[in-house]
Structure formats: C-alpha cells, structure tokens
C-alpha cells in the first residue's frame, strides 16, 4: 500500500502564497491521475485539482487561476501551487490518486491576518 506525505502548509496572510507537496511511497504512475483535496472545518472534503498522467489539469472553480498543480515522476511527488489566498482557502489539504490509496494526513493551511 502506497504512503502518502503531505507537507508545506502553515499560517499565510490574506495574498499569501504556498507551495505544498505531496510524496508517495510508491509510483505515482500507477494512477491515471494524481490529485488534491482539501477539507475546511465542519464541511466536506472537496477536491480542488487534479493532473491527470499527460499533464492535463482540471481545477475546481473557487481556486481556478490562483492554484496550480504539478507533479514529478521520478521523484513521486504532486506539488500543489498556491497565490492570492484567501481565508476561504483555510482548510486541511490532501492528497491523492485516481483510483484512490489510503488518505494520508493532510497539511493545514490557515490563511488569517
């Protein structure tokens, strides 16, 4: 069963940017496609991009122009770029692949003045 790490969140001010990262125990090529999630208090968890394994990428609206999603084969990692955020963006963020391995634990990302 593949390990996923999720680091790089922390507390940012409002137009802050982040860069989070995500390292997989094992080959991330195995997946049709590599994404992340993120979860705020007291919702659901969403997905917020998704880099499919041609480099095609689909983003949820609320984020779409402001994230950018990446990821590096040979290192097994997805990267999740992060500009202007906003505190709507506070949440836990995840991620995973497509079909989907054990959930790892997330990386907080507050954004507040």
């Known amino acids: 069963q593949v390990q996923l790490v999720e680091s790089g969140g922390g507390l940012v001010q409002p137009g802050g940017s982040l860069r989070l990262s995500c390292a997989a125990s094992?080959?991330?090529?195995?997946?049709?496609?590599m994404e992340w999630y993120r979860q705020a208090p007291g919702k659901e968890r969403e997905r917020v991009a998704e880099?499919?394994?041609?480099?095609?990428?689909n983003y949820a609206d609320s984020v779409e122009g402001r994230f950018t999603i990446s990821r590096d084969n040979a290192k097994n990692t997805v990267y999740l770029q992060m500009y202007n955020l906003e505190p709507e963006d506070t949440a836990v963020y995840y991620c995973?692949?497509?079909?989907?391995?054990?959930w790892g634990k997330g990386t907080l990302v507050t954004v507040s003045s």
């Open positions: 995973n692949g497509n079909p989907p391995w054990s």
């Open positions: 880099i499919n394994f041609s480099g095609v990428t």
């Open positions: 094992g080959s991330i090529s195995s997946r049709y496609a």
